[in-house]
């Protein structure tokens, strides 16, 4: 499967990750785009909006708690455990879209969160912010200041947080190997972390079952899943 990297293996010292939704697709968690992405037919792309949240922050705080406890009741995949393994071997960072924490709950020391993370809930007004795996019966949840709050991510139209943006392209643009994993890198900016990992002559590896918008770039490509192809990539190490 890595065959065609075995000889470059002794020299990569530093390793990125760009992980999106399919990584945490066998651990149960839906994916966003094709017909994993519709819930009680409302499309994903468009609840995950500022406006879909202004309009009917009840539905989307519906949408929040299932996925909340779906979330919160799953279990990292050996796909998580690889990359939080190969730690041991070199030096690791993970850039992740995803919100679900599922990399930590692996192991993994350096992840940044692009998106934020659903385990936090903010304000939508005051500077509150607290972290709550509790169920929010009654929705949408008010904040002591009396506006609603929302859940810490980031929807459409909104900012990265700009100090972990700033740092997952400086983290990019130093890497030796860049693995993308389970994206369909069609939502930028995170979808531009592999031309800082390229201009920096780094290899590219895309693990995906499904052909993205940057395949034609890759280095390496595996067409199958990241809990199939992950532990593999790993063995490559433990050899050496
Ligand atoms: C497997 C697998 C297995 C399956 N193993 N693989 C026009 C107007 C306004 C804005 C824009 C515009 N044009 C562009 C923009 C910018 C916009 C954007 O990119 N839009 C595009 C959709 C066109 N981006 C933004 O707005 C971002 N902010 C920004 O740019 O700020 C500056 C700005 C400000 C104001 C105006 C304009 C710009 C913010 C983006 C935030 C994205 N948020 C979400 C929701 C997060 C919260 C939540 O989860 O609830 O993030 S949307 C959703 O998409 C989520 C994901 O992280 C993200 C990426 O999706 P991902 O992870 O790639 O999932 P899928 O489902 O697309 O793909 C899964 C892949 O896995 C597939 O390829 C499968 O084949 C594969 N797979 N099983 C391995 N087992
Ligand atoms: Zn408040």
Redesign the pocket.
């Given at each position: 499967m890595f065959e065609l990297i075995k000889d470059d293996i002794d020299n990569i010292k530093k390793v990125v990750f760009v992980?999106?939704?399919?990584?945490s697709?066998?651990s149960g968690i839906p994916?966003?785009?094709?017909k994993?992405?519709l819930w009680r037919n409302h499309d994903?792309?468009k609840?995950?909006t500022i406006d879909a949240f202004y309009n009917n922050p009840k539905l989307v705080w519906e949408?929040?708690n299932e996925?909340r406890a779906n979330i919160f009741a799953a279990k990292p995949n050996p796909?998580h455990r690889a990359i939080a393994e190969l730690e041991k071997y070199v030096k690791v960072v993970v850039l992740?879209?995803?919100?679900?924490g599922l990399h930590q709950k692996a192991g993994s020391s350096q992840v940044l969160e692009?998106?934020?993370s659903?385990i936090k809930i903010k304000c939508s007004v005051c500077d509150f912010k607290e972290e709550t795996t509790y169920e929010i019966s009654k929705v949408p949840p008010l904040c002591r200041c009396g506006n609603i709050l929302r859940?810490d991510?980031?929807?459409?139209?909104?900012?990265?947080p700009q100090d972990v943006w700033q740092k997952a392209m400086v983290l990019a643009s130093q890497c030796d190997l860049m693995i993308i994993?389970?994206?369909?890198?069609?939502?930028?900016?995170?979808?531009t972390l592999p031309i800082y990992a390229k201009q920096n002559n780094a290899l590219l590896i895309e693990?995906?079952?499904?052909?993205?918008e940057m395949s034609s770039e890759m280095d390496l490509i595996i067409r199958?899943?990241?809990?199939?192809?992950l532990p593999k990539f790993v063995t490559l190490f433990k050899k050496n």
């Open positions: 992980t999106g939704a399919g990584i697709q066998e994916t966003f785009r094709g994993d992405g994903a792309m609840l995950a949408w929040y996925r796909g992740t879209q995803n919100i679900d692009l998106h934020g659903i859940p991510v980031v929807w459409f139209g909104e900012s990265l994993v389970g994206t369909s890198l069609v939502v930028s900016p995170a979808n693990i995906n079952p499904e052909n993205t199958n899943t990241s809990a199939i192809s």
